[in-house]
């Protein structure tokens, strides 16, 4: 509920429901919730332009991780390791501002990412190009968005669909060769 509270752009909320399962929580939650729900915490700070308190909320959630190292994670959360954190990192600092950073840190969280996980792949790819078109990098943006493209017909999700046609849009306005041939693509793919 927390990470949907930050879809809706709702940072309070966010960091209201994050802080509330860490409470409820706290007696006998696995060292990976703790992780994704510090995480989240990161989202709601850095919504609100809290920048010393999502720093703080990525470093607890770097240690909860490193403490669940070498045990294996209950299958619902199988998907919480470095990529994903790197993701939730990624996404904090979009909203603070630092695209750059952001950008970063989503390439390394990709690196890091198993295949198998391919909803996630999708929308972290869809985000990275997020992040390089924000970063004024719109090759990369659209290289990436390709990636995301040929992803796109075998994952379900249809939030991180709507977000890269809301990209397609964005780079429409562009004019440029590379940003020309995704959007065909794009219109081609999805029709």
């Not at 332009?49 to 999502?54: A, D, I, L, N, Q």
């Not at 240690?63 to 619902?76: E, F, H, K, M, N």
């Not at 990275?128 to 796109?152: F, G, I, R, W």
Request: hydrophobic fraction near 40%; proline fraction near 4%.
């Amino acid at each position: 509920m927390s990470r949907q509270s930050w879809e809706l752009g709702r940072a309070t909320e966010t960091v209201t429901i994050a802080r509330a399962a860490l409470e409820a929580t706290r007696n006998g939650r696995d060292h990976r919730l703790s992780a994704l729900l510090h995480g989240r915490l990161a989202l709601g700070y850095a919504a609100s332009g809290e920048s010393t308190r999502c720093a703080s909320a990525l470093a607890r959630a770097e240690i909860a991780l490193d403490r669940a190292s070498g045990t294996t994670a209950p299958a619902w959360l199988a998907f919480v390791g470095p990529g994903e954190l790197l993701g939730a990192a990624a996404m904090a600092h979009m909203d603070l501002g630092q695209a750059d950073k952001a950008a970063d840190q989503e390439e390394q969280g990709m690196r890091l990412l198993d295949p198998a996980f391919r909803r996630n792949r999708f929308a972290k790819s869809v985000h990275l190009a997020e992040c390089y078109l924000a970063a004024n990098e719109p090759e990369k943006a659209v290289d990436t968005a390709d990636q995301a493209l040929s992803l796109c017909p075998s994952v379900n999700c249809p939030r991180w669909a709507t977000r890269l046609g809301e990209f397609r849009k964005h780079v429409a306005d562009l004019r440029l060769p590379a940003t020309k041939a995704f959007v065909e693509r794009y219109d081609v793919t999805t029709s």
